[in-house]
C-alpha cells in the first residue's frame, strides 16, 4: 500500500510539474518575434489583397485611432485558407504582440506591436482615474508632461522596453491625460546613425520602423529641431 502511494504521489507530482513547467515553455516562445513568422503573415496579406481586389485583412477602426494602431490583421480573413493559424506570438494565440499594417495606401507592410506597453498603460490610466487628475511632474513640451509616479502609488516609475534598443523609455502625460510611451532616446539612436534627409515639422517615427520588425507603440508624432536636429515633439 505504501509503494502504491509512494507510486501515485510521483505521478500527481509530475504532472503537477509538467503542467508548471509547460505554460512557462509556451510563454517564452509567445514574447519571441520571429522574422519567419512576420514574413509568413506578410506573404498571406498579399496573397489576400491580390485575390480581393485590392482589400485588405484588418479590423476596422475609428477614423481617429492612433496610426500604429489603426489596422491590426485580421487573421479571421486569412487563416486558414492563406495562413494555417495565426503564429504562436500573435495576441490571437496567446502571444504578447499584436500584427499590424503599416503604409497601407502605398505599400501594405506587417510589423509587430508590443502589447505589454498597452498593459502598462491601462494600469498608469486606471490609477490616474482613481486620483481624479494626473499627477504632472515637469513640463516636457507643450501640453506634455513626465508624470510623478510616487503619487499614483508606484514604488518605482514603470517604463516600457524598446523593442528597438532596449533601453527602458518613460511615460509621460498630456494635458488631455492621454498617456503614452517617449521615445526621443530610440529617434536621438537612429538619427545618429542614418544619413537619410529629414526636414523639421514630417513627423520622423518611420525611420524606427523601416528596418525592424515593430511600430512605435503608443508614441505621440515627433520631428526634429532646426537648430540642434535632434527629435523633438511635433506639435499638433
Known sequence: MKRKMIGL???VSTLILSG???PKEELAKNQVPYTDQVEAVQTAVNTFQKDNGGILPIKTKEADTPIYQK???DFKKISPKYIAEPPGNAFESGGIFQYVLIDVETNPTVKLLDLRVAETIRDINLRIKTKGYPPYKEQIAENIYSIDFEKLGYKKPPYAVSPYTNQNLPFI?????EVYVDYRQDLYK???ETNKELKPGEDIR?????NTMFV???SLPYTIDVESM???FLKQ
Open 9 to 11: 504521489f510521483w505521478i
Open 20 to 22: 508548471c513547467l509547460y
Open 71 to 73: 489596422y491590426p490583421i
Open 173 to 177: 502625460v498630456t494635458t488631455n491625460a
Open 190 to 192: 537612429v538619427l545618429q
Open 206 to 210: 518611420p525611420i524606427l520602423t523601416e
Open 216 to 218: 512605435p507603440a503608443y
Open 230 to 232: 535632434e527629435p523633438v
